[in-house]
């Protein structure tokens, strides 16, 4: 029989992004302060440069890389897709969820699930400390506040909920960054680091593959401060190549101006023209170019699916 005081690891999902290692690490030190010192922050795999800095910032130490979570208890945060998971997930014992996205558990049933459709992961951690009335520290207020302002484009984007701009608000009160939308474009700063990167770099820095009932789909978010001078050619030249290596349905990147609230797609595999029927538009060159779209989730991945559902 297990104990209670056996390890338990909390994980964010492949790729990580900012707010899959701060919820990580904000519900490690919620668990310790509640007196549950067997939680752990892991991480499955390397972080983004804009992590980097805000750890580095609020002088955090990076949680430590498990490539292989296999026979572990674990506590799933930013995801509950498979195809998201650590390596090895399958023999884990997955003990809890805690997410803001749309939820896949399929067999395993974990015995705690928080799931809520805000902005992002780190506001439901920051949620569970003031509902708790537990004091946050200044720099874990610093890197939850952070993350929720890179999930949320600075709480300019379609996810962003009450919630969420409650909780930057009593974060901010902690770790007094100053102007929200100020201290947002400060982060984005130091992801534009687009045009160091070779096109291979820029597609696998933050891609997500989906299945839609056997329909494979992957989609990179490049987020910039101008997504006007980027090596589009070279970029869809990559897909291609990719595609042929792994044919699946679409590669898609979403080249996403944060400024100006646009996204320029680029497209490659067998269903673009499904992808035309329902943007009801042509794609000229493996390019097509969206107004008033900043949000994989909300706004492309729903795109997606119903061009699957709508099976045109
Ligand atoms: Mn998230």
Redesign the pocket.
Known sequence: MKTSKENIYIVGHTNP?L??ISSAYGYQIYMQLLGYDNYMAIRCDDVNPLTEYVFKQYNIQIPKLVTDISQLNIVLV?HTYPENRAYGWQHANILEVID?HDVKLEDIIPKSITIRPCG??STLIAEKFFNSNLNIDINTAGILLSAILD?TLGLKSPTTIQLDIDMVNRLNEICKVGDIWEYSKELFNTKDIWNTLTPKEIIEMDIKEVDIQGNRVCISQVETLNNTDLNERGIIEELNRMNDLNPINLRLVMLTDLIKRNCILLVVGKDISLLENVLNTKIEGNRVFLNDTVSRKKQVLPLIESMYSKGT
Do not use: I, W
């Open positions: 992004d707010d899959s930013d803001h992002a992961t999930d």
